[in-house]
């Protein structure tokens, strides 16, 4: 039988607060006949795949809006078809989540300038002046109405779906406090001119006289700050594939009829010739068909020695061409070319890593139908007993009021908010709660050498000079001719050799692509490059740099060996004690690189990386490839790396930590970020993350104690509203003061 052939449409999805609701809707699609859908709640996006006879983007549009959730197409392609060029899907995402922002930025300012008088008026007796209570009453109900819509509307979705969330507890609790407060105000003694508020320590036994409209007004506008802070935080993902999306040339030029003509790279077909200068970005994939230069693929590998390549070499799109004139003949394009399948490495990576479900959220599941069972049962027995509606209310309302999820509420997002205010002040960006989560589990790091274990940048390593030639003079002539070349291993030797001496003058530079450089200095014919001559006694120098990683440079003089100048990527200083501070957190150090065997394991055995978890020459696929390897065979695994070739596998990692001075799709596809570009950071920031989720995770349980003692209390008719208010504001301003102690979190790695 005949497999109908399948459209694929991506659909962003607005208004889910947690993973039960992509859940949920993931949930919905799949019951569709003809739909194959994947909901991710980090991106905010449903991946389905449909059969267009019998349903159309419109119906999975209108199945998500059943369930409760927006939606809208954010791209329609055939599966069938992979000549089209990638596509960025993220921006209409982008764009709801920020007016979502927006939305929750007004609500909160809304209620932040209302609830500050609700508070004052209500605690303090000597502020209520006369009908002080009506007024109020008008502040907390535009708090109320305005400021609780987001938390009121994903209470009512989720309860049509027997689920309750953190959303409920909110809504649940203020509403309780809202309904008693209208109650004391229209048929009890509350809305007498000339009230007062009095704090009774014990349920009252008789009418009901007080309000409760400023634990209204603060629980809102405190959860609204929090919700808001999480919306910024979330979808860093898609900034990734963005980043990654506009690496590549925009234009090229190709020869066509003998004629350059300059046109877009999605013009460009299998089979065309394009013309690449040096300093320009080669369009796509393809041969080298004349022509001889050094390409940067650092974008690609990572490694900062160009590659030097000439007739029949293979090039990438996306890379440098940094010196020579280059003609290529196009292999791949659109889909097909190795950019736009590492951006697909990065989406795939991406949607793989669920984020953890809020703590919260797994303590409403159950706290919430509890509480609610408490509240209804202290209602019954009160009346059974003859208490009376009065005090048998008053006791059932005082348990949704201590119930109510202030401090919960404010445990997870004041907590990250300084602790990722810290981190900023010390460089290390940390984006979001589920990361916290990560850097406890993590037992396992890998590490990418080049700019994030060494510098990057090529330096003079070791200078051999020939029996007969002092240092300073075989330094002068390389130095002397390297001057003219825009190599980067000849840019370190003129660097080298100029902070030595002056330079003498060069004449009649040439370059041979492949082989090296030669110029005339004082008189003498100066080759520097490849050898071409018996190295003679330098033999096993030369030997020995190509063992260590370092790239031996031979040095002729009038066509004699003169010595050999070995140029390689240095080790950072703090990259030792990093090393160190890594493994005192419990952590296994892996060196992952594109580089040669020799040069990473002597990068390894510089800085205490043990031989035997050093895994050289790999391309970006294989990152992530070995990383996937680490995880399935029970490792929780970060990555730290700085380049392009590093975004997938900072993705697939369950902790990425990225570079602050590599590339912003590594910044992006990360976790964390170090900006000072110090390996020694990532201690740090892992050690401040783990304090922050202990602080979270403190301030959860605390918050919690206080709702587990004191609904009992108030349940038996012992606690008044009030104080439950009271009791409730103060485990609100526990949590706080708690989290505030993460602003004293210092370095213990200089």
């Not at 990683?549 to 703090?574: E, F, H, L, Q, W």
């Not at 349940?715 to 609100?732: K, R």
Request: glycine fraction near 8%; hydrophobic fraction near 45%.
């Amino acid at each position: 039988m005949t497999q109908p052939q399948l459209l694929h449409v991506d659909l962003g999805v607005t208004g889910m607060t947690c993973t039960s609701c992509s859940s949920r809707v993931e949930r919905k699609l799949n019951k569709l006949d003809g739909a194959e859908a994947t909901v991710n709640f980090a991106t905010e996006s449903a991946s389905v795949s449909y059969d267009p006879a019998k349903l159309s983007p419109a119906d999975l549009i209108q199945t998500v809006e059943n369930t409760g959730y927006g939606a809208f197409e954010m791209g329609n392609t055939d599966t069938s078809d992979s000549s089209s060029a990638v596509e960025d899907p993220t921006s209409a995402v982008d764009a709801a989540r920020e007016r979502e922002a927006d939305d929750l930025k007004r609500r909160l300012i809304i209620s932040a300038v209302l609830a500050v008088p609700v508070m004052l008026i209500s605690m303090i007796p000597a502020l209520q002046f006369m009908y002080w209570q009506w007024a109020v009453l008008t502040m907390a109900t535009l708090v109320y109405v305005i400021g609780g819509a987001p938390f009121h509307k994903a209470t009512l979705t989720n309860l049509k779906h027997g689920a309750f969330t953190m959303d409920t507890l909110i809504s649940m609790g203020t509403t309780a406090a809202y309904l008693w407060s209208l109650w004391a105000l229209f048929l009890g003694n509350a809305g007498m001119p000339g009230m007062k508020m009095e704090m009774h320590l014990v349920a009252s036994n008789s009418t009901m006289d007080e309000i409760y409209l400023e634990s209204v007004a603060v629980v809102i506008a405190f959860l609204l700050l929090g919700r808001w802070f999480e919306t910024r935080a979330k979808g860093r993902s898609s900034e990734a594939l963005r980043a990654l999306l506009t690496m590549g040339a925009k234009d090229a030029s190709v020869l066509r009829n003998g004629k350059e003509e300059r046109v877009s790279v999605d013009s460009l077909a299998v089979g065309d010739i394009i013309v690449v200068r040096p300093g320009e970005k080669i369009a796509s994939d393809g041969v080298v068909t004349e022509g001889a230069s050094a390409v940067d693929e650092s974008m690609l590998t990572g490694e900062s020695v160009p590659v030097e390549v000439t007739t029949g070499d293979t090039v990438t799109g996306a890379t440098i061409n940094t010196s020579g004139r280059l003609l290529v003949r196009v292999t791949r394009t659109g889909t097909d070319t190795t950019l736009s399948q590492m951006a697909q490495l990065v989406t795939d990576a991406q949607a793989k890593k669920a984020p953890v479900q809020r703590l919260v959220d797994k303590i409403a599941q159950v706290f919430v139908p509890v509480v609610i069972g408490v509240a209804l049962v202290t209602l019954v027995i009160h009346l059974l007993a003859g208490s009376g509606l009065a005090p048998a209310f008053t006791s059932a309302v005082a348990v949704l009021i201590i119930a109510c999820p202030c401090a919960l509420g404010l445990a997870t997002p004041t907590a990250l908010l300084v602790g990722t205010g810290r981190g900023a002040q010390l460089g290390l960006l940390i984006k979001g709660p589920e990361v916290l989560e990560s850097t406890k589990k993590v037992d396992t790091i890998v590490l990418d050498k080049t700019g994030t274990v060494t510098t990057g940048e090529m330096s003079v390593h070791d200078v051999t000079p020939a029996a007969g030639v002092e240092d300073k003079e075989l330094l002068a002539v390389a130095g002397a001719v390297e001057a003219n070349s825009e190599h980067p291993i000849a840019a370190a030797i003129a660097q080298h050799a100029a902070s030595i001496g002056e330079l003498p003058a060069a004449q009649d530079f040439s370059n041979k692509p492949g082989v090296g450089v030669e110029a005339t200095v004082d008189g003498r014919r100066v080759r520097v490059g490849k050898p071409e001559e018996e190295l003679g006694a330098l033999t096993a120098t030369f030997e020995h740099a190509q063992e260590t990683g370092a790239t031996p440079v031979v040095v002729t003089i009038d066509g004699t060996v003169a010595g050999i100048i070995s140029v390689r990527d240095t080790v950072k200083k703090s990259s030792p004690t990093a090393i160190s501070g890594l493994k005192d957190l419990g952590l296994t150090p892996w060196l992952l690189t594109g580089d040669n065997k020799g040069a990473a394991d002597a990068v390894a055995r510089e800085v205490g990386i043990d031989p035997a978890h050093v895994i050289a020459g790999v391309l970006p696929q294989d990152k992530v490839t070995h990383v996937e390897k680490l995880q399935t065979s029970g490792h929780n695994v970060a990555m730290v790396g700085d380049g392009v070739n590093d975004a997938a596998a900072l993705a697939q990692a369950d902790l990425g930590l990225s570079m602050g001075a590599g590339t912003d799709v590594a910044i992006e596809a990360s976790d964390i970020t170090l900006m000072n570009n110090d390996l020694v950071s990532a201690v740090d920031a892992i050690r401040l993350s783990r304090r922050t989720l202990r602080t979270i995770k403190g301030n959860l349980f605390w918050a919690f104690v206080y709702n587990v003692l004191l609904i009992p209390v108030a349940a038996f008719g012992i606690l008044s509203p009030m104080l439950a208010g009271i009791a409730m504001a103060f485990s609100s301003v526990f949590v706080v003061t708690n989290s505030l102690r993460l602003r004293n979190f210092e370095r213990t790695h200089q």
